[in-house]
């Protein structure tokens, strides 16, 4: 399953989130402001902002990247 952070508010998240909508990509969304570890997965990452899409394989991304959500279909 697909993990997004997000937070409320960010037009990338919301943008990716209708993407794994669209093609039915089943996925966790996790609010990073009342979700500490969420956050805090977020800095391990060296993101310094949200959205961040990790796939099941562990590759992640911390924007809303078309190639690598297509790879996730």
């Given at each position: 399953?697909?993990?997004?952070?997000?937070?409320?508010?960010?037009?990338?998240?919301?943008?990716?989130?209708?993407?794994?909508?669209?093609?039915?990509?089943e996925?966790?969304?996790?609010n990073?402001?009342?979700?500490?570890?969420?956050?805090?997965?977020?800095?391990?990452?060296?993101?310094?902002?949200?959205?961040?899409?990790?796939?099941?394989?562990?590759?992640?991304?911390?924007?809303?990247e078309?190639?690598f959500?297509?790879?996730?279909?």
């Open positions: 399953m697909v993990t997004l952070l997000s937070q409320p508010g960010c037009g990338p998240c919301i943008a990716v989130k209708a993407f794994l909508k669209k093609y039915q990509i996925f966790e969304e996790r990073v402001r009342e979700d500490t570890e969420a956050a805090a997965l977020v800095r391990e990452l060296s993101y310094s902002g949200t959205p961040v899409v990790i796939a099941p394989d562990g590759r992640h991304v911390g924007k809303f078309p190639d959500l297509n790879s996730l279909r």
